[in-house]
């Protein structure tokens, strides 16, 4: 029985003397978007809303650090006007966005700050986040 307290008080005395973790800060590359508010973490999940008057045939997306335009996020399907679809980015951050309509305009926007559950409103001439 002795042992055990013996025991005990020993690891409970060494768990005391062990030094924390060592703190690694993540660095985030100059001019990128800024973390997700307190309690809300980044995903890269983002709803892009149809307010033009075209039907939005594609949308490319792509991080900001990249050069090339990204997948297109819609695959076979087409966003009508007025609708809405749930996407997904590569990763949190600033994103590029491409939005090719039904006219075969592209509207694009560099530097989308796109978190968690962000808002991406088309229009007839811009892309923006709410």
Known sequence: MNKIWICAAALGVLGACSSPEPYEPRVRPAGTASAAPAG?????????????????????????????????????????VGRSVNLNADGPGANDMVVVLADRRTIEQRR???????????TDSAVRVE
Do not use: W, Y
């Open 112 to 122: 989308l700050p796109i978190c968690r559950n962000t808002t991406v409103i088309v």
């Open 40 to 80: 809300q973490a980044c995903d890269g999940s983002f709803r892009v809303v149809n307010n033009s008057s075209k039907e939005i045939h594609q949308v490319f997306v792509s991080d900001s650090a990249l050069t090339t335009r990204g997948r297109d996020r819609l695959g076979r399907t087409v966003l009508p």
